[in-house]
T-cell receptor, first 113, second 116 residues
Framework: ETGVTQTPRHLVMGMTNKKSLKCEQH?????MYWYKQSAKKPLELMFV???????ENNSVPSRFSPECPNSSHLFLHLHTLQPEDSALYLC????????????FGPGTRLTVT | AQSVAQPEDQVNVAEGNPLTVKCTYS??????LFWYVQYPNRGLQFLLK??????LVKGSYGFEAEFNKSQTSFHLKKPSALVSDSALYFC??????????????FGTGTQLKVEL
């Protein structure tokens, strides 16, 4: 799991707070992804970045704001979240045009109070 | 859209026995299929994939998967289960990306429990 790192591993925030999740990949990949994993629900793809450009936003509420400053780093900025946003947020990376598999970080366990 | 289905929420097997975790797919075109494993409080770990070639694909930790085009299945198998194999397993298929990249669509997951 050291290929993709995520910080923090755990986060508790109030509904009025602003926080950011960070993801870094050390694999030389050119695509990065944010997923939301909630209990009893399928893994939900949130955002896709290819070569630092956002290419997919799966109807994610605007209280989630992604940022990809370069191919190695991905952020998810959070503000005015709701309790139902509590979940495990997973970051992944892949190399476009090669292999097609994605490599995941350990995730950030987010609790919104 | 491409999709996969995992019909079993949980599979129980005794240690030393063979295990099978089922996955069926629905795709337009050639399927690109994957298996991932997730241990508690961890991210997903890539196990194996089928892109083309032999129908029996070998992966990490002694796992293998059999691609069956006529049955549209891609079942995960292991000849002899270990207690340490107990985890959540996900099947995935490469979706047709709208803007490029390697978009994957995941199944709902199957909890594997291996008992002594």
């Amino acid at each position: 799991e050291t290929g993709v790192t995520q910080t923090p591993r755990h986060l508790v925030m109030g509904m009025t707070n602003k926080k950011s999740l960070k993801c870094e990949q050390h694999l030389g990949h050119n695509a990065m992804y944010w997923y939301k994993q909630s209990a009893k629900k399928p893994l939900e793809l949130m955002f896709v970045y290819n070569f630092k450009e956002q290419t997919e936003n799966n109807s994610v509420p605007s209280r989630f704001s992604p940022e990809c400053p370069n191919s190695s780093h991905l952020f998810l900025h959070l503000h005015t979240l709701q309790p139902e946003d509590s979940a495990l947020y997973l970051c992944a990376s892949s190399q476009v045009g090669q292999g097609y598999e994605q490599y995941f970080g350990p995730g950030t366990r987010l609790t919104v109070t | 859209a491409q999709s996969v289905a995992q019909p079993e929420d949980q599979v129980n097997v005794a240690e030393g026995n063979p295990l099978t975790v089922k996955c069926t797919y629905s795709v337009s075109g050639n399927p690109y299929l994957f298996w991932y494993v997730q241990y508690p409080n961890r991210g997903l770990q890539f196990l194996l994939k089928y892109i083309t070639g032999d129908n029996l694909v070998k992966g990490s930790y002694g796992f293998e998967a059999e691609f069956n085009k006529s049955q549209t299945s891609f079942h995960l198998k292991k000849p002899s289960a270990l207690v340490s194999d107990s985890a959540l397993y996900f099947c995935a298929v490469r979706d047709i990306p709208t803007g490029g990249g390697n978009k994957l669509t995941f199944g709902t997951g199957t909890q594997l429990k291996v008992e002594l």
